[in-house]
Each structure stands twice: as structure tokens, then as C-alpha cells.
């Protein structure tokens, strides 16, 4: 019995089509797995069912009803529990509070906690979850805490519910527990809608499968006993690119690496990382939401411990203190991902935005900044970058955000950086404004830069990079050249990222 | 010009202007005496740098609840070196302005290095000052320093402009200079506008707090001297009713509460607006408590007002983005 379904739903962000006439249906007493690349649309359909987004087109139907949810609370309501790949646990209570948050049961205007404990316990019981429901959330571990988000998407009467990648964070051993849970979701009648990128699980827990690609399904409601893992990888990847056509650029091979790690190890969980970036060249380093390398780029600039092995730069061993040092004495620079919260200040001017990391070399004395040099330097980048504003006085939170990330790069192009480490370039930027985007990039390591390129977006990777680092669970999975041809990179790259058997804890 | 003449300081000049001109009216024009107008201008010295100093910790995201602590300790400490031990006034000046730039420092070391919220150090250090003041001065008033600082604190130029006024426009335009044209300036508001970001660019946000601390002191010191120059004495409650005036001359000048703001000017004249109520008070005989009640609602209204415009800005700047992203495309 279908309990839950999805028909043609449309999803549309400015420049972006999030979702293309997706379809979903889920049964009752049945594990759907829900597949598709970083950026397909999966967390776009999820928020959409929660009632999170809109739809655009298409209609959902819960019961064979039409249903139109205004927020997560009248999903809730209507049956549809969802834990989300963020915890959303509140620390200060108990595991008991936690799962009746959304109604606690209450005597005489007072929360009644042994209410509290008893429906809690029944609920934890459904799940043959040893947890006590006085337990404060704090002492639970991981795994334990997720579970009790289940237990809580639960506690609503939940008939359909949604996983979005809950083993994302978990060892194997605990994601054991896990699977254990979904199983009695499922022989209890429940629809479960299972998120995962790891194959292996898909294809050991799921009934169905439907992938996502571009924000449209490619494949719906199939079964997973007559699909194989490679034809699956192949409904994620196999997608045609009209590849932005770039001048060659030869890298010198045999020239010293400017930034080069050996045996790293991290105090966010790297383990012995090899990592070597030329003078115009540009390293990719790939891998899935999670898989440690943002963490990588910020434990290089000191901001993480790293716990052992050697970082050398332009062939001497080096420590890097924090950004300052990074910058001043070893002229790295990093282009956050997060550019509205980390790259940018949004109440100040571009030129201010721009010159914050000149403001040293342009101090006259007492600290002072002559207004004129400043906006003479700030200009040159503008122009290089093609910058679009009014004038250099303008709000960097009034500029689009395109042109946001280039006052975020401008800052470490003003500082004359030999190193560069750019972080999800091109997220949420329009099609457009990417391609001159990645002329720019190339643009620089073609002027002899080395750059280290994070990016999940496989055509992104496959168009820039000169070699590929696959990177998984804090681990390099393995080293590409590039040979630019998209169909073939992206089957190996993706095959690397699924390889059986090298799952880390 | 177009921006200013939307800004917060522009509604405030305004305001300003219309309020002062009611004054006049209702005082039959006395406001506009020689004398009246000194005497306005001479008890606004004190509250623009109060103001001043609780706005620079506000611009890197902190506060300073101890800026009357501070002040008072300082103004007790010149007036019993002055009295008592007979230091000569420049020393005993210059004594009691570093005593106080060290505690704005010692606030800000102890926010740094405990990682304490700003609120809880300066309680504290509050607290902890205001034992010392009793210590110092107890019970009794402190008068008897040379007369020639208390020539200083009541001279005006042309009859008019009060010296220690003219001190605190002076106090003013430099710190405007210093956060807006130099680099520890200029750090601190980026600390205080996005400490992320900050750190991401190479700023330390703890030097930041520093700095902004110690300024804060620094402009305190400076009160504390004025005070000290145009008051009879010195005592106990020497600073006790800074606090609200502090936080009001800022938040009413706009002032973001999550800092990154620098609003000298916004400041100095929310400042003005504060003393009109005052001097309305006094021209219509009303209660002084009425000073404070109107003050605070003002304060309200103006955090209130605050929060409306933010939230209509990122609402409308939501609608724009993506036409912008649209139009802008590719430059």
C-alpha cells in the first residue's frame, strides 16, 4: 500500500531548477533509498515534504490525499517524522524531554515528568532502544543521540519516515544498531525513506531505490535485487556536460611543490594525509559532504591541531600558528566556503572587505590607512576580477553572491598569495557566473599559482584540476590525473568514493 | 549623501533640531542666551564620552557594564592625589587617565583569557571598583585641589563654548579617525562585524576585545578628568548614574547591539537629544524621574526600531538577491 507519494514536484531557485518533475512513492512496510550525487536535490525534496520549502509544481499525497504542508510542525501533524542530518537534540534536557518536545505532556500548567518517563519509555521500547529516558542528551553517544532523533520522529505518530543520512557519523558497528531500528520500522508497516551515499548500506537495508540527478529522478521506484551496484553508480554519474572550453596550461611536472603534507594526521581525525601541490597547478581534492576536507584546509592554516607528520612549504617544515601566519610569513591565503559568514563583512564596504588583509602593508604612521592608496589597490582587483558595483563604498551584503565571492578572493589576490586554497567556489552560483569563475581560477594557476581546489561538484573538479585527491572519511582514497574526458573521471572518481571495504571508522 | 540622508544620524539630526527649536520656543527664546546655551553644552561633555566609551566595546560585540565604576574610581583617585598627597595636577591627571585606560585593559585581558562573557568580567570589575572608590573617598567630599582646574572646567571660549565640551568634540573626531582610518580600528570593527570572517583573514578577534576595552578606558580616563575639572568635589557617587546614559547615547545613535558598527556621530548626537529631555524637564518643572523614564523608553523604541529596519533590510535584500544574480550575471 502506498502510503506516501510525491507527483512531479518542482522546485525553483533563482538560476537553478532545484528540482525537474521529481517522483517518489513510498509503501508501507518498505525501506526506499533515496540516491544521488552532492547537489542532485535530495535535501531540496526532503524540505519540500517537511513542508521546509514550497513546491513549485507537482503535488504531494499522503493516503492518496492531496496534502499542502506550511511548515515541519503541520508535516509533523499530519504523520511524516524526519531526522535531519544535523543533530537536533537540546542539550540541557533529558532523552525523555527531548522525543515529547514537540508536545510535552503537562499537569496543572507544569510539565509532568513522569508522564514525561512513561510515554518516553514507550516509545524507546518501540525501538528496543537500553536507553534510560532520564538521561540527560549529553552523556549519549552519537549513535545513542540518533537514535533517540528517531524515537522522537517517531513520537508524533509518525507513519512515514524520513532518514537523512543517518549513519553519516556513526561507526559501522553502531550504524549495526541502526539498521537493526529501520527493520522494525519497516515489519511494523512504517514507510521509511532511507538517504544514504554509502552503497553497501543502500543495498543492505533497502527494498527501492530512486535516483536524483540534476534534480530529476532518473530512475523510480526500482528494486534493489535486480539493480547492481555498478548500474546504480552509473544512474548517478551518467550525465552529459557541456564542458567550458579552456586554454591549455602546462604544469611543470618536475618543479618543487610549493605546499607539500606527508603522514598528516588532524585533531578533527585525519589520518596519515599525502598531499603535494606544484606553482601552477591546481590539485582537486574530492569527496562527499563529510569526508574531512574542509577540516584538512583549516587545520593547514592552524586553526586545527595537526597531530602528526610534516606540512612543508616551498620545501621547508613548517608550523603554521593561525590565518595571520599563514598569510604573512608562508603567503597562503583560503577562500571559505561559507562566503556570507566566513568570507565576507556584509556591513562593510567592498574596499574595506578587499583591503582587510593589506591594511599592514598600506600603514603609514600610527596606524593610519591613506583613503587613496587603499582605493587604488582595492580598484586594480576589482577590475582584474570584474567586480560588479557602483562604487567601492558600496555594502558587500548588497552585492549578488557571485560578486560576494569575488571580494572573499580579492582579499587573498590584494595579498599577493603564492598558495590558495579555494573552497566550494562556485555553491549556489549561477551557471553563468561559474564559467567565469573557473576561467578566473584557471586564469591564476595559468600566472603560477598553486591552488588546492575543494570541491563536491564533480564537473567543477573534472574541468579544473590537473590531478584528482579522492578524499573519504578523513583518509586519501586514492590519486588521479586528469584527463579531462567527464564520462570516464567521473566513473573512476565515484568508484574510488564507493570502493568496498575501505569504510574507516 | 544620499545614504546619509537616510541614515540614522540624519533622523537624528532632525529630531535634534526640531526638539531644540521647541525648547527655544518654550523658553521664550532664554535657550538662546550666552549662558543657557554654555551651561547646556558644559553638562554634555561627560555623557558624549560615556556614550563614546560604551560604543566602542559595543562595536567589537562586547560591554562594558563598569564605565561609571571606572570613571568615578579614576575621578577619586585624581581628586585624593590632588588633596591629599599634594601630586601636581598634571601628574595626578595623567596618573588617574593611565589608572584608568589599565582597568578598560584589565577588562579586556580578563574577557580574553577566562573566555568569561563580557557581562560577568565587567560586574565584576565593577563591583571590585566601586569597593575601591569607597576606599578611597568614603563618606566625604574631595574639594580641595588647586582652583586653577576648576578655572579650566568652567572656562568657555567666546562665552560659550565650554572647554571641557570642546574636550569631548575633540575626543570624538579622533576616535572617529582611529576606527574608521586606521588598522587596529578598522580590525576591531571587522572582529566586531564578523569575528569568523575576521579570524579567517588573519585577525586576531582577541586583540580586537583588547583594544576595544582599553579605548574604552582610555575615553573614561578622559571623563573622569572633566568631571573632576568642572565639579565642585569628588565623592562615592561619583560615576553611579552613568550606566543607562552610556548604552542610551549609542543604541539611540544606532548602534548595533552584535557590534561592528562604529557610530561616533550617531553618538554625540543621540547624546544632545538625551540632554534636551533633560532640559525640558527642567524648563516644564517636571519630576526628574521622568528624565529616566523617557530615556529609557527611548532606548526601547529605538532598539525596537532597530530590529524593524534589520529585519525589512533582509527581506528586501532576499527579493533582490537573486534579480541581482539574474541581472548582474556575469561582468
Redesign the interface.
Known sequence: MTLFQAERVDKVFPGVRALDGVTLALEAGSVHALLGENGAGKSTLIKVITGLYRPDGGRLLLDGREVSFGSPHESASAGIGVVHQERNLIPGFTVGENILLQKLPTSRGLVDRAAVRSEASRWLAELELDIDPDQPVTELSVAQAQLVEIAKALSVESRVLLLDEPTASITPNEAALLFHVVEKLKNDGRAVLFVSHKLEEVFQICDTVTVLRDGASVLMGGALSELTRDQVVDLMVGRVHEALSLPPREVDTSAAPMLELSGVSTATGHADVDLAVRPGEIVGLYGLVGAGRSELAKALLGLDRITAGEVRVRGSVVRIRNVRDALRNHKIGYVTENRKEEGVFLEQSVSRNIAVTIWDRLRKAFGYVPAKAETATVASYVDQLGIRIASPDQHAGTLSGGNQQKVSLAKWLAAQTEILIIDEPTVGIDVRTKDAFHTLIWDLAANGLAILLITSDLPEMITLADRVVVMRDHRVQGELPNDHDYDRMSQQVIRLIHAEGTTAA | MKRFARSTEMTLLVIGVVFFVFLVIASHGDLLSANSLRVLLQFLAVPVLIGLAQMVVLAVGQLNLAVGAIGGFAACAMGVLMADHGVPVPLALLMGFLLSAVAGLLNGVLVVLTRINGFIVTLATMTVLLGVQYRLVGTRTVDAYPQGLKDFGSSALFGVLPSIFLVALVVAGALS?LLR???????L??SG??P?????????NDRSVVVAHTLSGAILGVAAILTVASSPGVNKSIGGDWLLPSFAAPIIGGA?LTG??AVVLGTVLAAFIVRFVDTARAEFSLEPSWVNFVVGAVVLGSVVLGQVRTRRQERR?VVR??????A????
Request: proline share 6%.
Open positions: 579617525v582610518r586606521t588598522v587596529p580600528g578598522r580590525r570593527l571587522a562585524g564578523n569568523i570572517a575576521a579570524r579567517l583573514s588573519g585577525i586576531s548595533l561592528g558598527s535584500s538577491a537573486p534579480g541581482a544574480t539574474v548582474g550575471g556575469v561582468s
